[in-house]
């Protein structure tokens, strides 16, 4: 598949988010905001192409299950996004053309964004520390919480350089 198609359907993903959380430009603004910072750091690693285009897909929908758990259950907890996110980004993705084995990889993320044990592969590790890098600040975490996250959930150097310079921690 060309390079120009990937990013055909990526625009398309990203735009039918914006419309799955239409009227909500805080949930909009998060999920733009952890694609850009994934997008940055699986550059800066050096993922391939198809990783980088799973790993971008993941980003948008990443938390595509809040909605369905605050309608379903009245909350959203990480446990709940993992939960009831899978089924819905995969819908989407096939609206959007994207390869069975790409979705599968997206809904497995999806799936487990919230757990931290058990990263397995560059994509998983980059979706969690984009998500952070944003958590972080969009919750006014404080320094103590930014270096315990910098110790227990980076891993990737690109990550773990974008989390110090933004928050100003030294070692």
């Known amino acids: 598949m060309e390079n120009s198609e990937k990013q055909e359907r990526l625009n398309t993903l990203f735009l039918k988010m914006i419309a799955f959380d239409e009227g909500d430009p805080k949930r909009i603004q998060h999920f733009v905001k952890v694609h850009s910072f994934a997008k940055l750091i699986g550059e800066l690693e050096k993922l391939d192409a198809r990783t980088l ?3 971008e897909a993941a980003a948008y929908l990443h938390d595509i299950g809040i909605r ?3 309608e379903k259950f009245g909350r959203n907890d990480g446990k709940l996004q993992e939960q009831e996110g899978p089924e ?3 819908k989407l993705m096939r609206e959007c053309g994207f390869e069975e084995e790409v979705i599968s990889r997206v809904q497995y ?3 487990h ?4 044990q058990g990263i397995d592969g560059q994509d998983y590790q980059i979706l969690v520390e ?3 890098l944003v958590n972080l600040y969009e919750d006014g975490a404080s320094e103590k919480a ?3 996250a910098g110790e227990k959930i980076f891993r990737t150097a690109a990550g773990t350089d974008i989390l110090k310079k933004m928050f100003r921690i030294s070692d």
């Open 53 to 55: 285009y799973t790993l």
């Open 68 to 70: 369905i758990a605050e």
């Open 88 to 90: 819905p980004a995969g």
């Open 109 to 111: 993320l999806i799936a």
């Open 113 to 116: 964004h919230h757990t931290y």
């Open 130 to 132: 984009a998500d952070f």
């Open 146 to 148: 930014v270096r315990t």
